[in-house]
C-alpha cells in the first residue's frame, strides 16, 4: 500500500503532515486518519501542519470521513491542539478544504498559506502565545 500521507512527529510539539501525491483509497485513508489520531495519545498539547502542497483531491466520500473525523475528535483537538496550519498552493485542494469545513468546521485556529515557511512562522507564534 502507498501511502496517502505521511505524520511525522519527530519536532514534537509540532506534527507535520506531508501528503504523497497518492490517490486515496479506503485503506491508506484510514491510516492517515488512525496516525494523526494517534499524534493525541500522550495527551499533550501539539500544533499540526497539514503539507497538502503534493496532495490529490480525495474522493468525495473520504472528504465526508474526514468530516466525520473532525466531529468524532471535537473535544480531543479542542483540548490539546493549539492549532492547524494548512500549506495548499493550490486553489482546488483549497475548495476541498472548504467543503470539508462546510461539513463540519474545525474545533481550532487554523490558517491556510501557500508555503512551509508561512505554515512554520505562524504555527510558531501560537507557540509564542500558548507559552505566555
Request: glycine fraction near 2%; hydrophobic fraction near 40%.
Amino acid at each position: 500500500m502507498k501511502s496517502y500521507a505521511i505524520v511525522d512527529s519527530t519536532r514534537m510539539p509540532i506534527i507535520t503532515v506531508t501528503f504523497t501525491g497518492e490517490k486515496s483509497t479506503d485503506e491508506n485513508f484510514q491510516t492517515y486518519l488512525d496516525e494523526v489520531e494517534k499524534c493525541y495519545d500522550d495527551r499533550k498539547t501539539i500544533a499540526i501542519i497539514f503539507d497538502a502542497s503534493n496532495a490529490v483531491i480525495p474522493k468525495l466520500s473520504h472528504q465526508k470521513k474526514q468530516a466525520t473525523w473532525l466531529s468524532q475528535h471535537w473535544k480531543l483537538m479542542q483540548n490539546y491542539c493549539l492549532g492547524t496550519a494548512y500549506v495548499i498552493p493550490s486553489t482546488a485542494i483549497r475548495a476541498v478544504l472548504k467543503m470539508i469545513f462546510s461539513f463540519q468546521n474545525q474545533p481550532v485556529p487554523y490558517k491556510i498559506v501557500s508555503n512551509l515557511e508561512e505554515a512554520e512562522s505562524w504555527i510558531e507564534e501560537l507557540n509564542q502565545i500558548s507559552s505566555k
